[in-house]
């Protein structure tokens, strides 16, 4: 077997070793399969974009479309017919659709809004922190990493504080990555109670309005008028959906590669004003989204000499675009004061039209978490091997199991 087809059998089989180590194969492919075909388990003819330049110019390419109600048939075979009223928003439409739903959408979703959210997020970190073990092994994963952004983002959405950890439930289940029917059928429940669930919110929000997202976008407007009721249900979806597990992975992978590099997390703590900085480097180096979500050519299209033909589907390798060296200076070192780290440079948060509309708001998350972790627990330690996820199919990078000590003896 070629190094060619052992890469591509690797990111094809997602074996243990490519989930614990992808970059690896992901610089193979880059050198001799830029676009390489995939036969994943779903079926559907797919292609993998893996180069800095394919990446960033897929990504607002107009030829791969983001509305998955065109490619229906090979929709339906990946995510079941559940997910069609979950997927009516921004994330799976394309332009004039989308111009419209994002507009509104941020229109509510303001800057100010999230600016608001400090003091609230910065009382959420303490008080998950102070519920931890300290100088005891214990996963830091479930107990502070991934309850903060669920409970943040039901703080936004104005979800009551007594169905937080159903969120949490339903979206950790949608989110799953699986294809069999056993893992579909909880899946397509998990998607019925959400749009049950929202659809009850909405209308409680609109017999009595509140200081909080859900409720601003069910008044918001504009010239083409406002969201349709399914499209309100749909946008919560995409919020909790889009801003839960991408978050908290994020901030796993960042505590875990600190962790393995005192010298980076002194040079943070040493000068607080990096934080900024190294969250743009800890989303280049090991962002939580490995590949964007599916794209599908409208038209035969032609990336690094390999056309991919109307009607597949495409995957763009952000974790792989993100150590590209014909980008990125020694992309395999994690280094807080990269030169010319500016924010847009990685593709972390996506590009163009799609670029995450949430971005602000998980970095934020990230700097209050990672700075009142190591502030108040600087003797931090590991107690043990950190676990990567092993999932059949690449979509999120991030830990399964993330063991550590709190110690706040530095």
Partial sequence: MTTTQEAVAAAEGC?????????PVYARLRQAAPVCPLRPPHGNETYLITRYEDARAALSD?????????????YRRIFGDSSVALDDNMLNSDAPKHTRLRRLVSSAFTPRRVHALRPGIQAVVGSLLDACPVREPFDLL???????????????LGVPPGERSRMQHLSTTVAQTGFGEEAKRAQQKAEEDLHAYFTDLIAAKRRRPGDDLLSALTAVRDNDG???????????????????????????NAVHHFLSRPAQLRAVREDPGLIRAAVEELVRYEG?????????????VEYAGTRIPKGALVQI???SANRDPRKFDAPDEFD????????DAHLGFGHGSHYCLGAPLARLETQLA???????FPGTAPAGRARWLEVPFPAFRGLAELPVVLDPAG
């Fill in 15 to 23: 074996t243990p070793q490519f989930r614990r180590d992808p970059h």
């Fill in 62 to 74: 107009p030829r791969l479309s983001k509305d998955m109600y065109g490619a229906m048939d090979a």
């Fill in 142 to 156: 479930p107990a502070f990493a991934f309850p903060l952004p669920v409970i943040v983002l039901c703080d936004l």
């Fill in 226 to 252: 406002g969201l349709s009721e399914n499209e309100l249900v749909s946008t919560a979806f995409l919020l909790m959906f889009a801003g839960h597990k991408t978050t908290a992975y994020l901030i796993g």
């Fill in 288 to 300: 939580s989204v490995e590949s964007g979500t599916f794209r599908y050519a409208t038209e035969d």
């Fill in 317 to 319: 390798a952000l974790s």
């Fill in 336 to 343: 807080v004061r990269r030169p010319g780290n500016a924010q």
């Fill in 370 to 376: 990672l700075t009142a972790l190591f502030d108040r």
